[in-house]
């Protein structure tokens, strides 16, 4: 659109046309003609479209001007059109495209070299990726290959995709119903701890259940050779795990000689206080994978493991058993090096850290007393407000009432959980003083109003 404002991404909202507006709906109705409808929720109040992103703020076609608590699923986590991104992107524009697997990138060489560098393990090998799933994909692969056994432990309430073999450890049958004989039936399933209901400190009824797992084996009969689980579930409602889970559930992998995947593409490059949460909560993986906050914007995601698990793939002989058409893309590549850098250079987890004290602690004073509010969390710039019953149980679809609602507020937010029953919050760091202090209000007001 001509009339394009610039935004300074520092913007309090302002929102002069009721969303969606004309233009938005419009879209809505010409997207309902071409898309495959089971991708956008298209519906009277819903959605808008985006014409420009700049720091925490959104600029619709309308020209409504929002604030973003969500960073976009969380990728954003150094705000929309980052600067270092930016110029990353225009230095690298001389190599759109590259032969990943057979004459690679030099941007995917630097980085390999990068990524192996911030983790975990000093001999660390990747493989690179597009998208959160694709990343999964590759450690399922890499764990069934390390430890000789197909079976896989996954908990409720996680999210790893919606490809066939992430999806398997997706447990969500609102994902799974329509496939679920496709699926690989080598998965077994243990409660994630919840410190609000659970009756046992640290966990020790989900602990349990996963050792009773890992004896028993899979439903098929598998044994299970891999444990996959978020540090924090993320869209699964914010859910943190009790003090001294983690830990636990590292030595009993490591007693039953298990191998452990720590899905950290909501909670890792830093967006939990920690390059990585796994350190902050007290698990040991032997495996990550990374996206979302990791391209800036830019597609692309990785599974790093150190070499005495990557090293149970076979060489390649020129013919990868495990590669895509974009593996090693060189502008994501670029981009991905750059965000890297700002995350240690600009201590981003230190900042994130903060921020969601700030936020945590605001929420919670503003929501403290509020009808149905059952609890206030956060790790960082990972927050979830949780909806509850009047018997105690989830408020089903309440998050998405009030997403919706703040929505006409300039708020761009996200319901969490299996009912809906959470809002979520995954904002950028660079949220401004001002622009924190009026989500707050906001939301509560939001909150207040919407049953």
């Not at 020209?63 to 690298?92: E, I, K, M, W, Y």
């Not at 450690?139 to 996954?154: D, Y």
């Not at 579930?233 to 009790?242: E, L, N, S, T």
Request: proline letters at 8%.
């Amino acid at each position: 659109m001509s009339d394009v404002r610039t935004l300074s991404g520092r913007d309090l909202p302002s929102v002069p046309v009721h969303p969606p507006g004309p233009r938005s709906a419009e879209m809505g109705v010409r997207l309902h003609e071409v898309e495959s409808r089971n991708v956008t929720f298209v519906a009277e109040h819903w959605p808008v479209f985006w014409a420009e992103a700049v720091g925490a703020n959104i600029l619709d076609v309308d020209g409504n001007v929002f604030v973003d608590l969500t960073s976009a699923f969380g990728v954003a986590l150094l705000g929309h059109a980052s600067p270092c991104v930016q110029a990353a992107l225009r230095a690298g524009a001389t190599l759109i495209h590259g032969m990943g697997d057979i004459h690679p990138p030099a941007p995917k060489l630097e980085l390999l070299e990068r990524l192996a560098a911030f983790s975990p393990w000093p001999d660390a090998r990747v493989i690179l990726a597009t998208g959160g799933s694709e990343a999964v994909e590759g450690a399922l692969k890499t764990a069934a290959l390390a430890s000789g056994r197909p079976g896989v432990l996954a908990f409720d309430g996680a999210y790893h995709g919606l490809t066939a073999g992430s999806l398997s450890a997706t447990p969500r049958a609102h994902f799974r119903a329509p496939f679920e004989d496709q699926l690989y039936g080598g998965v077994a399933f243990a409660p994630f701890p919840d410190p609000l209901r659970d009756a046992t400190p640290n966990g020790a009824d989900a602990l349990d259940a996963v050792r009773s797992a890992l004896i028993s084996g899979a439903p098929n009969g598998d044994a299970i050779g891999t444990i996959i689980i978020e540090p924090v579930q993320a869209r699964g409602g914010a859910r943190i795990p009790p003090d001294g889970f983690m830990a636990e559930l590292s030595r009993l992998a490591a007693a039953h000689e298990v191998l452990i995947i720590a899905d950290e593409i909501m909670t890792g490059m830093g967006r939990c206080g920690a390059p990585f949460a796994s350190a902050s909560l007290g698990l040991e993986p032997d495996l990550v994978v990374v996206g979302k906050a990791l391209g800036g914007g830019m597609p692309i995601s990785a599974c790093i493991a150190p070499a005495r698990i990557m090293d149970a793939w076979p060489p390649s002989d020129g013919e990868a058993i495990h590669t895509s058409t974009f593996l090693g893309h060189p502008l994501s590549c670029t981009a991905a090096c750059a965000v890297l850098e700002t995350i240690q250079n600009d201590d981003i987890p230190a900042r994130a850290l903060e921020l969601g004290e700030t936020l945590l602690g605001g929420l919670r004073d503003r929501l403290d007393g509020v009808s149905g509010v059952g609890d206030v969390r956060g790790l960082g710039l990972l927050l979830g407000i949780e909806f509850t019953a009047e018997d105690g149980g989830p408020a089903h679809g309440r998050g998405a009432r009030v997403a919706e609602a703040a929505l006409s507020e300039g708020l761009i937010l996200l319901p969490g959980g299996d009912h809906g029953h959470v809002l979520e919050l995954t904002p950028p760091v660079t949220l401004t003083d001002e622009q924190v202090e009026h989500a707050i209000r906001t939301i509560g007001s939001v909150v207040e109003r919407t049953r």
